[in-house]
T-cell receptor, first 115, second 117 residues
Framework: AQSVAQPEDQVNVAEGNPLTVKCTYS??????LFWYVQYPNRGLQFLLK??????LVKGSYGFEAEFNKSQTSFHLKKPSALVSDSALYFC?????????????FGSGTKLNVKP | GAVVSQHPSRVICKSGTSVKIECRSL??????MFWYRQFPKKSLMLMAT?????????EQGVEKDKFLINHASLTLSTLTVTSAHPEDSSFYIC?????????????FGPGTRLLVL
């Protein structure tokens, strides 16, 4: 079965410090991997994706993520957090070999960046 | 590019009435759109996949007659919550997939907050 796990409900970090939001996945085939961010009462905004190629993917707002096939992980990172990064972050996987339409979302991680 | 809009952003209705939510892809054509439901502090639950010119594909447990989906054009899909009840109150989010080279990515609308009294 396809699934995505975000083991942390909440991540707290001080402004200026590096941040990591964790994501692991389980798919039967080769995955497309995504990170989205959601601000209160808003839809999801696309941050970045891994399709193929370089394992380190750079996205919007200074975020990046590293695809690790052996650990089936796709952790989101940023070298220096901003207060404005505080939001809800979702990892998602799409099975490129199976159901091409369906995204599987993690449960979300709330990021709190304190000044 | 790849902007998706939803209308209305917020709606309050009486129990038993029907509510229509529109989802539009503003700068691209979307042969496939998706409707999600999100409960507070929860992840997104895919309700159905909407294909232009054909019937929607509903996920298991989602009532087809309750949540009517119409994808009349390449830029518009509508979700109608029929005979709404308080338990239908939720945040409904649509997404659209481009038909071009980046079709593996879904782009999401801003969401519609539905409150049924």
């Amino acid at each position: 079965a396809q699934s995505v796990a975000q083991p942390e409900d909440q991540v707290n970090v001080a402004e200026g410090n590096p941040l990591t939001v964790k994501c692991t996945y389980s798919v039967s085939g080769n995955p497309y991997l995504f990170w989205y961010v959601q601000y209160p009462n808003r839809g999801l905004q696309f941050l970045l994706k891994y399709i193929t190629g370089d394992n380190l993917v750079k996205g919007s707002y200074g975020f990046e993520a590293e695809f690790n096939k052996s650990q089936t992980s796709f952790h989101l990172k940023k070298p220096s957090a901003l207060v404005s990064d505080s939001a809800l972050y979702f990892c998602a996987v799409r099975d490129r070999d199976g159901n091409f339409n369906k995204f599987y979302f993690g449960s979300g991680t709330k990021l709190n960046v304190k000044p | 590019g790849a902007v998706v809009s939803q209308h209305p952003s917020r709606v309050i209705c009486k129990s038993g009435t029907s509510v229509k939510i529109e989802c539009r892809s503003l700068d691209f054509q979307a042969t496939t759109m998706f409707w999600y439901r999100q409960f507070p502090k929860k992840s997104l639950m895919l309700m159905a996949t909407s294909n232009e010119g054909s019937k929607a594909t509903y996920e298991q447990g989602v009532e087809k007659d309750k949540f009517l989906i119409n994808h009349a054009s390449l830029t518009l899909s509508t979700l109608t919550v029929t005979s709404a009840h308080p338990e239908d109150s939720s945040f409904y989010i649509c997404s659209a997939r481009t038909s071009g080279v980046y079709q593996e990515t879904q782009y999401f609308g801003p969401g519609t907050r539905l409150l049924v009294l």
